[in-house]
């Protein structure tokens, strides 16, 4: 029974949606049936308050737009840079530049602020500052 309940409010939700897009000269793909349902709330109560009778002509009202009936189209995709050194890589599709690209040295792991490193060719020596 609960099944049939929702298959009947559904088409019901479904048929007004398709009276709102007629009113409104636009696709039915473009009203959105969740923002309808959550409308209608608002729409019985403007009835009760004596401000609306009809819940086609309250959805179509200009001044209640806000109830987010229509369908916002999506932003165009953009391609934004994130990289590090967009300069370095301008003109091409890479996300880091060739030089960032090279394995890191894991001998250089146990830097801190007091110390530094250098490498010579026979391995690592620290040197304190």
């Not at 039915?28 to 401000?51: C, N, P, W």
């Not at 030089?99 to 304190?128: A, E, N």
Request: net charge positive; proline share 7%.
């Amino acid at each position: 029974m609960q099944i049939w309940a929702t298959w009947l409010f559904y088409g019901v939700l479904v048929d007004l949606g398709d009276t709102v897009a007629d009113q409104l000269s636009l696709p039915f793909d473009e009203i959105s049936l969740e923002m309808i349902y959550l409308g209608l709330d608002h729409s019985t109560m403007a009835h009760q308050k004596g401000k609306a009778t009809d819940p086609v002509k309250y959805f179509t009202d200009p001044q209640n737009r806000d109830l987010g009936i229509i369908k916002q189209k999506p932003k165009p995709n953009f391609k934004s840079i994130v990289a590090p050194f967009p300069d370095l890589q301008s003109g091409t599709d890479q996300f880091f530049p060739i030089f960032m690209q090279k394995p890191l040295d894991t001998r250089l792991s146990g830097l801190t602020c007091h110390k530094c490193i250098r490498i010579r060719s026979s391995g690592v020596r620290r040197i304190r500052k």
